[in-house]
């Protein structure tokens, strides 16, 4: 299995497998899944929650709305390219070169989404789109996480269903603290990838800056003084 990320800690070694084509495929239709679920349960679009902004005297504009709409369809076909060139084995000194050009493009866009959504950030948060990516991140995480055993990489969640995965993330980590703050530790991992296509290096560089190691505490010298006087009852 090659990994995107590796991670050491209490003595165990966990990591996140490179996905292949067939769970690329396979995000993209837990995204379409959730997404349609919760536009049929009544959850807003960002589409429809614009739409609705704008008859309602809200703040954007039709331009606003065209220039919106053109900005998102940009970023999503951006991010497509990004991940796909980055599961690619073996990459010729063209593909490298179109994947720095990717990422400057997609940071630039990244940037023009999080000025049309700053001042509605709660809105947004809500939308059908958001909801369904962050369950389909919650997905990736959980399919792509393995922990070594015996010098091999093991996939510690076995269901690929969404459904069924997340009873099984809920069973595993009803009495295991430890590895939900594990998964949720790497949930931070798998946005910088998604998201930003960050190489292995990059990301393990990010974790490093982000989780640094803590210092050790050293004991003062001690010196010899007279005892403290006991603390007077209150």
Do not use: C
């Not at 996905?19 to 919760?38: G, M, R, Y």
């Not at 999080?114 to 991140?137: H, M, P």
């Not at 989780?211 to 505490?217: A, D, F, I, L, S």
Request: charged letters at 35%; proline letters at 3%.
């Amino acid at each position: 299995m090659k990994l995107i990320f590796e991670l050491e800690q209490n003595g165990k070694k966990y990591g996140l497998i490179k996905p292949t084509k067939t769970l690329q495929d396979e995000s993209v239709e837990v995204n379409a899944t959730q997404q349609s679920l919760l536009t049929s349960k009544g959850v807003l679009t960002r589409k429809m929650l614009r739409k609705k902004l704008q008859d309602s005297g809200g703040v954007f504009s039709e331009e606003d709305i065209a220039y919106n709409e053109k900005v998102y369809n940009e970023y999503e076909s951006l991010a497509g390219q990004l991940r796909a060139l980055i599961s690619k084995e073996d990459k010729t000194d063209e593909d490298k070169a179109k994947e720095k050009e990717l990422n400057t493009q997609l940071s630039l866009v990244i940037d023009q989404i999080s000025q049309i959504e700053t001042s509605l950030i709660s809105l947004y948060d809500q939308t059908s789109e958001v909801i369904a990516r962050n369950r389909t991140l919650f997905w990736y995480t959980l399919v792509l996480f393995v922990e070594e055993k015996a010098g091999k990489w093991e996939r510690v969640f076995q269901n690929r269903d969404y459904n069924k995965l997340r009873n099984e993330y809920d069973e595993k980590t009803e009495d295991n603290e430890e590895l939900n703050k594990i998964l949720n530790s790497l949930g931070e991992v798998i946005a910088g990838w998604f998201f930003r296509g960050l190489s292995k290096e990059d990301l393990e560089k990010e974790w490093k800056e982000s989780h640094p190691p803590k210092e050790e505490v050293k004991p003062e010298a001690q010196v010899e003084a007279s005892p403290a006087p006991p603390a007077e009852n209150a």
